[in-house]
Nanobody
Framework: QVQLVESGGGLVQAGGSLRLSCVVS????????MGWFREAPGREREFVAA????????YYADSVKGRFAISRDNAKNTSYLQMNSLKPDDTAVYYC?????????????????WGQGTQVTVSS
């Protein structure tokens, strides 16, 4: 059974940083892309970032480009989301997900497995 577990969320002041982690277990896939999404109260789930299996290809939402960085360590089955210069608008539950495809995508419908989410709150 595929499981994704996020960690690293918390409360931070505007301008601060957080690093989220997502550990994947129970899979038998030869490769998969990893994505991060977020959902704020009253808003739809939105794409944040994605990374290919090799790590050579990354993809970011315009709202986080230049502030967030996605990476992965396949030996540890883990993806990371480094979030810098955080803003109150970044407050949301952050979810990681995997898509059993080669190229990363921002379409949440493409992702087959999801974690439970981790709360990130940015105070002004």
């Amino acid at each position: 059974q595929v499981q994704l577990v996020e960690s690293g969320g918390g409360l931070v002041q505007a301008g601060g940083s957080l690093r989220l982690s997502c550990v994947v277990s129970g899979h038998t896939f030869s490769f998969y892309t990893m994505g991060w999404f977020r959902e704020a109260p009253g808003r739809e789930r939105e794409f944040v970032a994605a990374i290919s299996w090799s790590g050579d290809s990354t993809y970011y939402a315009d709202s986080v480009k230049g502030r967030f960085a996605i990476s992965r360590d396949n030996a540890k089955n883990t993806s990371y989301l480094q979030m810098n210069s955080l803003k109150p608008d970044d407050t949301a539950v952050y979810y990681c997900a995997i898509d059993t495809a080669w190229a990363p995508t921002s379409a949440y419908q493409a992702y087959d497995y999801w974690g439970q989410g981790t709360q990130v709150t940015v105070s002004s």
